[in-house]
């Protein structure tokens, strides 16, 4: 079974530009959420979908942040305009339909620098 | 925010030791209780405790949960170099998402 997909690994890009993740969870799992490591941290929950639609994006910064699923496969996040801070490795993660999806795969992440 | 605490966040060892690492929970509605290993970049799944399960055990790795206290230790047994990772804790949120603590790095020496 293929596991999380994630793309690129690595980006490096300066203050105020813009950059995309790409993510392709399980085949079959219907919720995916995007989390945000930094350093030294646990992963924090960015965006959670259940198959197109959004369950919960309270901790994502709208401003400059923005998720989408379209098909309720595969799904892109996109920041526009990176600060500083937001360097940080971004986790995909995927979970299969069920009562208790608390049992997440996650994919290799992407490690991004903000210069 | 339900806060979720691990201790210690770092801790060095020798191969052969046992170590325990701890998870404290701040939530009355309990759900699940999760423990993953992340050794580069992608957290591995290792348990889950619930209600109805609040002892696992695979391998050397073992795992209870104190509903009443609030916490859950993770064991490793004769500890190998293999086993140097961080150490994520994690609940169950409402919506099937993780909160997640600051995890413990363990780094097992030869």
């Known amino acids: 079974e293929a596991g999380v997909a994630q793309s690129p690994r690595y980006k490096i890009i300066e203050k105020r530009q813009s950059v995309a993740f790409w993510c392709n969870p399980i085949?079959?799992?219907?919720?995916l959420y995007w989390y945000q490591q930094i350093l030294g941290q646990g992963p924090k929950l960015l965006i959670q979908?259940?198959?197109?639609?959004?369950?919960?994006d309270s901790q994502l910064p709208k401003d400059r942040f923005s998720a989408e699923r379209l098909k309720g496969v595969d799904s892109t996040l996109k920041i526009q305009p990176a600060k500083l801070e937001d360097s940080a490795v971004y986790l995909c993660?995927?979970?299969?339909?069920?009562?208790?999806?608390?049992?997440?795969?996650f994919g290799p992440g992407t490690r991004l620098t903000v210069t | 925010e339900d806060k979720v605490v691990q201790s210690p966040l770092s801790l060095v060892v020798h191969e052969g030791d046992t170590v325990t690492l701890n998870c404290s929970y701040e939530?009355?509605?309990?759900?699940?209780l999760l423990w993953y290993k992340q050794e580069k970049k992608a957290p591995t799944f290792l348990f889950m405790l619930?209600?109805?399960?609040i002892e696992k055990k695979s391998g050397r790795l073992s795992s209870i949960l104190d509903k009443k206290e609030l916490f859950s230790i993770l064991n490793i047994t004769a500890t190998q170099t293999g086993d140097s990772a961080v150490y994520l804790c994690?609940?169950?949120?409402?919506?099937?998402?993780?909160?997640f603590g600051k995890g413990t790095k363990l780094s097992v020496k030869p």
């Open positions: 939530v009355t509605n309990f759900r699940s």
């Open positions: 979908f259940q198959n197109n639609g959004v369950v919960d």
């Open positions: 085949s079959g799992h219907a919720t």
């Open positions: 994690a609940r169950g949120g409402s919506q099937g998402n993780l909160i």
């Open positions: 619930t209600s109805s399960g």
């Open positions: 993660a995927s979970s299969p339909p069920g009562l208790e999806p608390y049992e997440q795969y």
